[in-house]
């Protein structure tokens, strides 16, 4: 570093120009006049006893009488513990502006746009972490990795986690193995495509699609633009795709964050006689107070007379979606997400056990 640039990070550290300028004039000369001072700088013969008093305030040099008005620069120590004091703030200010331009902080914002994956990522790795009920996914085999230890912590904390996995031509083929233990069920589908983690129907961590123009994330803690998620990884990246592993039908418990999708996979075995005990989470509409119950789904309804003729699970999510539950002293229509004319908005379905009809008893 040479002169010039010396004096100038002196002067980011707070010191004029002059002061500055006979500072580093003293470092060289060792002891000096104030005279000698300024004929080897360029601070003015008229200033010069005012900067070299104001540099001994400050600490950097010493003042004293031998004949003359002589200074000298102090032991550097304390010079330099202020500069790399300054150093690490300064490098601290710069982490700090890069973290809040890359990352908005998560709980002061409901919809963060983010610049690097990474940090998209990250956040999944958080939503993933502290999921509750549900969680949605779409993955490469690569980002699966990355977040499979978290997706098993959160299977064995019983939340449901439904994968659809990205693969291109030449990716390995994952088998039941990679699965068991850590997803209840897993679909596969081509890439390119976005990633998307959803859970519980709350959190939203999304990045674009690596072929799009636009390279951004998005982080969300908004239920209203979660849904919206929930709804496309539904219909374009869960039931159009071939299933690659799914738990054990009698699995339980099993928890849903939607009404929908405990339908989905339940809608059949209710038709066809199952017995399936719930216990359910969620909002009473009437009272707007939190409420479970605990019983039987003795009734399911779609208000949707195409998804009937059809037969499609993609039309059946056209519909409105519900199902009676009887706690043993009444019957209680759930809703999903919004739910105005049900009696309870489901925020959390747990499916506890599953009789066949084939396991029931047999009539005397």
Not at 55 to 76: C, I, K
Not at 215 to 220: H, P, R, S
């Amino acid at each position: 570093m040479d002169t010039e640039e010396l004096s100038e990070v002196l002067q980011a550290a707070d010191l004029s120009f002059y002061q500055a300028d006979a500072y580093v004039t003293l470092l060289e000369l060792g002891t000096a006049s104030a005279t000698e001072v300024a004929r080897s700088s360029e601070v003015p013969d008229a200033r010069i006893y005012d900067v070299l008093r104001d540099l001994d305030e400050l600490g950097y040099v010493e003042l004293y009488e031998q004949d003359t008005f002589q200074a000298r620069a102090t032991d550097p120590e304390t010079v330099v513990e202020n500069l790399t004091r300054r150093a690490n703030r300064f490098e601290d200010a710069a982490e700090e502006i890069t973290d809040r331009y890359e990352q908005p902080t998560l709980d002061s914002h409901t919809v963060s746009i983010v610049k690097r994956f990474d940090t998209v990522l990250e956040a999944a790795r958080m939503f993933v972490t502290e999921a509750e009920t549900q969680i949605h996914a779409t993955l490469t085999p690569e980002q699966y990795d990355e977040l499979r230890d978290e997706l098993a912590e959160a299977k064995r904390r019983g939340v449901s986690v439904n994968l659809t996995l990205l693969y291109r031509d030449d990716d390995e083929e994952l088998g039941q193995s990679d699965f068991e233990g850590v997803c209840s069920a897993v679909h596969r589908r081509p890439r390119p495509s976005p990633f998307i983690v959803t859970t519980d129907l709350q959190r939203t961590a999304f990045a674009s699609n690596p072929a799009a123009i636009e390279d951004y994330g998005m982080i969300l803690e908004n239920r209203s633009f979660t849904y919206v998620f929930f709804w496309h990884f539904l219909i374009f990246m869960w039931l159009p795709w071939p299933v690659l592993y799914a738990e054990e039908p009698d699995s339980t418990p099993r928890r849903y964050a939607d009404v929908r999708q405990f339908l989905l996979e339940y809608i059949q075995p209710i038709r066809e006689g199952a017995t399936v005990h719930v216990e359910i989470e969620g909002r009473d509409t009437e009272s707007d107070q939190d409420v479970t119950i605990t019983g039987t789904v003795v009734d399911t309804e779609y208000v949707s007379e195409a998804a009937a003729a059809l037969d499609s699970e993609l039309l059946e999510l056209a519909g409105t979606a519900r199902i009676v539950v009887d706690d043993g002293e009444e019957r209680h229509t759930v809703g999903g997400w919004s739910a105005t004319f049900e009696d309870v908005e489901a925020k959390r379905i747990v499916v506890t056990s599953v009789e066949t009809a084939a396991d029931a008893p047999a009539s005397e």
